[in-house]
C-alpha cells in the first residue's frame, strides 16, 4: 500500500500487538525518552472509549513502542547529542506527515501535537467484502491534545464527522490517503489515522483508537510479524490449484527440445511446485523484533515459525538444530586480527543431492543442445556443481593489512601499481576451514579449474559476445613448500586495458594509435592440507596469504588466534547453527582505500574534492576504528512447530563509530559546528 510507505520507511524494523486472542488491557504507561511533544490532555469523556473486539483476519500487525525512547537510546549509543535526535525525530514526523495529510495542512504545526513517545501501530487485515481482494490497512499515531490538533487540522483542512469521536480529514487540496482524527483510550486523548480509503480506516479504526493504546506494553522497542494462518485459510486451496499448473507452464515457456533438460526441467518445477504447496500448509508467521538500549545497543531478530514439518524447509530447520552447539574447536583457531568470523555446524549432503543432481542434468542438457564440447567436456562442466557439501563443521575468516599506498611510495607509481594496491585494499585476505580431510576438495578445485579452461567452452565464447581477452587467466601452479604434501595453489591473472590516467600525457602522433595502458592483477588461492582438516586462503598478497595460513596450522600457538581475542565469550555457550561476528572494516577500509588511490599520483586526473578528503580524515580518526563487534548467529527448532530465529547485535563501539561518521557529515553539510 503506497500511501503507508512513509510509515513503513519510519518503522523499518515494524512492530505490532499480541498474536491471537487481544491481551488484557493494561493501565496506561507512557514511554521514556528525551524527546516528547508535551504533555497529553484527557479526552472528552462524551465520547464511547470501550474496548472493540480484533478485527478478524489480521495477516500483518506492527507496534512501535515508543520512537521518542528509541531514538534518544540510539543517539546515547553513538554518542550525539539529545538535541540532535530531537531534532531529527521532529523532522521525521512532519516528513511522514507530509506524506499522509493534505499538502494544505501545516505538518510542522501538526507534527508538533504529535506524541513520540507514545505507541505507534499498523494493521493489515483481509477484507471479505473487497470483490478485488484487497486488504484493508492503517497505521495509528498518537496525539498530545484533541484540541490542538483539532486547530492544526482545521487550519488548512475540513473535518466532518462520521461518527462520535471520529471526524474524516477533507483537504483543500487532495491528499494521498484518507485520514481522520480520532478520540483515543490508553496514553493519549487523540490519534491521527490513515489508510489508502475510507473504509480502511473505518473498519480497523475503532480497534486502533480504543483497544490497543490500552494493552500493556510490549518487551521490545519494536515488533512486527506476518501471519500466514489467515492467509492460507482463504487462498491456500486456491494457490495449490494455480500450482498444478506450474509444471506444463514452465514447459511451454523454458524447455529447449532437449530430453535431458526438458526431464530435469519438468523434476523441478513439480519439486518447486511440491515445496510451496508444502509451505502453505506448515507456515505460520513471520517475526521482527527490535530492542535498543544504552549497553548492549541494538539488538534485531527475525524469526519463522511453522505449524507443521511436512516441507523441505521444515526439514532442514529440523536438521540444523540437531546440529546446534558452540562455536566449533576449529573455530578458535582463526587469525586473531580477522575482521570477521563465522562458523556453521555443517549439513546433510544427502538433503541437497537432489536438487544438485537436477541442476547438473539442466547444465549438461542445455551445453549438449548448444553444441558445446564433447561429452565428457559437459560432464566436466556440469560437475562444477557437485559441491562438497560438509557434514561436519566448518569456518570462514576475512581481514585486512596494513599496506604503503601507492602513494607512498618512490617515484610517481604507474597506473598499475595503482589499482594493485586498490585490489589489495578491496580484497584483504579471506580464509575458509573444514574439518574434513582435503581430498575432495583438491579434487574439486581441479575439476573447477580444467572445466575453466576447456577448449570445446572458449571456442564457443565469441559467439556471446565475451571476450576471451578480457577473462581472467586461471591455472594450477606449483604450491609452496609451507603448505605441505597434500596441497593447491591456483592462480588468477586479470588483465584488463585501461583509459590514460596520466593528466601531463602528451598525445600520440598523428596517425598512430598511442598504445593503452594495462592493469594486471594477480590473485592467488592456496588449499592447505592437514590429517583431518581443510584450509583455503583467496587474495590478493602471497605472503600474507601464507602467513595467515601459518597461524592456523596445527600445533601454531594460540595467542595469535581467537582463542585469545576478548570479547567473544557469548559464543562459547548456547546453541547455534550457525553464527559469528563482523565488524565495520570490510566498510571503512574499502573506502580509506579507494580514497587514498584517487588522492595519488598515478591515480585520474581528478581533484578529489575538499569533502571527499574530509569524509576520509573523519574514517581515520573512528574512535574504535571500525573494529567494534556485530554478532550474528541463527538458531533452530525442530519438533512439531520448527522456528529459525537469526539475531544480530549490534555493540555500542559499532554504533559510536556510526555516530562519529553522522557528526562529520553533518559537520560537513554545515548543519552542525565543529
Known sequence: MRTLLPLATLVLMAGPVACGPSPTPAAPTGGQGEVKAGP???????????????????????????????????????????????????????GVLSELVSPSIDTNQLAAVLALDAPVHLIVALDDSSKRGNPVAAVSLGLTSLERARGALEAGATLTEVKPGMWKIGGKERASSSCFLAASAGSTPARLLCGERDRDVTTLGPYLARTLPTLAPGARDIHGEVRFVPLSTKYGDMAKQQLGGLPILAQSQLSIGQPQFDRALTDATAAVQEEIEALINDANRAVVDLQVDNQSCVNLTAALELRGKSSWLAQTMADGANRAGPAPALYWRVPKDSHGAFFDQGYDPAHYGGILKTLRAMLEGWLEKEKIGKPADRKALADILSLPINQAPGVSAHGYFDAPPAAAKAGKPSPNQVFDSMMGGLVGWNLFGFE??????????????????????????????????????????????????????????????????????EPAPSGKAKPKPKMTVTLHLFLMGEEKTTWIAFGHDKRELLRRLAMVKAGAPDTETLASRPGLEKLKTGKFVSGGFSTLAPITRTLQSVLATMDSPGAAPVVLPPEARRFGEALAKLPHKGEGLMFLTTHDQGGAAPRAELSINVSKPVIEDIGALLAAGLQMAGITKP
Do not use: M
Open 40 to 94: 497529553p490532555q484527557a479526552a472528552s469523556p462524551a465520547f464511547d472509549l470501550s474496548p472493540v473486539a480484533e478485527p478478524a483476519d489480521i495477516v500483518g500487525v506492527l507496534r512501535w513502542s515508543s520512537p521518542a525512547a528509541t531514538l534518544s537510546s540510539i543517539a546515547t549509543c553513538a554518542g550525539l547529542p539529545p538535541a540532535l535526535a530531537e531534532a531529527g525525530a521532529q523532522g521525521l514526523s512532519a
Open 436 to 505: 574434513e580431510a582435503p581430498d575432495t576438495h583438491i579434487k574439486y578445485l581441479k575439476n573447477v579449474v580444467t572445466a575453466y579452461n576447456t577448449p570445446a567452452l572458449r571456442k564457443r565464447l565469441p559467439e556471446l559476445d565475451i571476450d576471451l581477452k578480457e577473462l581472467p587467466t586461471v591455472k594450477t601452479v606449483q604450491a609452496p613448500k609451507e603448505l605441505g604434501t597434500k596441497s593447491l595453489a591456483v592462480e588468477i591473472q586479470i588483465t584488463n586495458e585501461l583509459p590514460s590516467l596520466d593528466a601531463d600525457a
